[in-house]
């Protein structure tokens, strides 16, 4: 089957001495692995390797099998031309961080148009902004709702935030509840745009903390989540 699609790129891997597999997150298709042949050697080629840096918007014709094994793509263009995202050395490690935590929430190839509309919005939203301090959080936080998992905001007044069943309560009942100032900013970010999440003051460690507060909430409801490898260089950055 042929499918014209929008494309992210999400990942990709050099396989032998000329060729990537790439892992895109489609429009139509949800997320897909691609074998692209040769690519790393071919300088006359339609496809350029330089189309699949982490976080690309793509318009992509590819063959589907639909059997579970590597798809092939036919052709692709970048949608956008970005100015800053892949040159800005802030911007670019945020764009590690955030494929890796792409690679590691996404899996179904299926459509979900409503969670590409986000990811192309909030790139986008990155590469023409500079007031990026709290992007990191604001991103994650807004990833939950297409995730299936943002929190319960009916009792946001309460003190403890409980990581574990998504929920705002008055008491602690497990290990995974939480209190103090990095729950009382985490609570200024729900329901913000990313411009109002952008003025939100916090302090390096305040940051940190709901940084690594979210991580563990990722971790609890998402089945084979892990820390993204980017971390160390984010909170070097950041810190």
């Given at each position: 089957?042929?499918?014209?699609?929008?494309?992210?790129?999400?990942?990709?891997?050099?396989?032998?001495?000329?060729?990537?597999?790439?892992?895109?997150?489609?429009?139509?298709?949800?997320?897909?692995?691609?074998?692209?042949?040769?690519?790393?050697?071919?300088?006359?080629?339609?496809?350029?390797?330089?189309?699949?840096?982490?976080?690309?918007?793509?318009?992509?014709?590819?063959?589907?099998?639909?059997?579970?094994?590597?798809?092939?793509?036919?052709?692709?263009?970048?949608?956008?031309h970005y100015t800053s995202l892949h040159t800005n050395f802030v911007k670019n490690a945020l764009v590690f961080f955030i494929s890796d935590i792409l690679k590691n929430s996404i899996q179904e190839?299926?459509?979900?148009?409503?969670?590409?509309?986000?990811?192309?919005?909030?790139?986008?939203?990155?590469?023409?902004?500079?007031?990026?301090?709290?992007?990191?959080?604001?991103?994650?936080?807004?990833?939950?709702?297409?995730?299936?998992?943002?929190?319960?905001?009916?009792?946001?007044?309460?003190?403890?935030?409980?990581?574990?069943?998504?929920?705002?309560?008055?008491?602690?009942?497990?290990?995974?509840?939480?209190?103090?100032?990095?729950?009382?900013?985490?609570?200024e970010f729900l329901g913000t745009t990313f411009e109002a999440s952008m003025n939100i003051g916090l302090s390096k460690i305040i940051r940190s903390e709901i940084l690594t507060m979210l991580l563990?909430?990722?971790?609890?409801?998402?089945?084979?989540?892990?820390?993204?490898?980017?971390?160390?260089?984010?909170?070097?950055?950041?810190?």
């Amino acid at each position: 089957m042929i499918i014209n699609s929008p494309a992210i790129v999400v990942h990709s891997l050099r396989y032998s001495e000329a060729d990537l597999i790439v892992s895109l997150f489609t429009k139509t298709d949800g997320i897909r692995k691609y074998l692209l042949r040769g690519i790393l050697k071919s300088k006359k080629g339609k496809i350029r390797s330089s189309l699949f840096q982490p976080l690309m918007l793509l318009e992509i014709e590819a063959s589907h099998k639909n059997k579970g094994t590597l798809e092939r793509i036919k052709e692709a263009r970048p949608l956008v031309h970005y100015t800053s995202l892949h040159t800005n050395f802030v911007k670019n490690a945020l764009v590690f961080f955030i494929s890796d935590i792409l690679k590691n929430s996404i899996q179904e190839e299926e459509a979900n148009t409503d969670l590409f509309e986000y990811l192309e919005t909030a790139i986008l939203w990155l590469d023409a902004h500079d007031n990026i301090g709290n992007f990191h959080i604001a991103f994650l936080i807004k990833l939950t709702q297409y995730l299936g998992f943002y929190p319960d905001i009916s009792q946001v007044e309460y003190e403890f935030f409980n990581m574990e069943d998504g929920v705002f309560q008055s008491l602690s009942t497990n290990v995974y509840c939480l209190s103090g100032m990095q729950v009382s900013k985490f609570k200024e970010f729900l329901g913000t745009t990313f411009e109002a999440s952008m003025n939100i003051g916090l302090s390096k460690i305040i940051r940190s903390e709901i940084l690594t507060m979210l991580l563990v909430y990722f971790e609890l409801h998402l089945h084979g989540f892990k820390k993204p490898k980017s971390l160390s260089v984010l909170n070097e950055i950041f810190n």
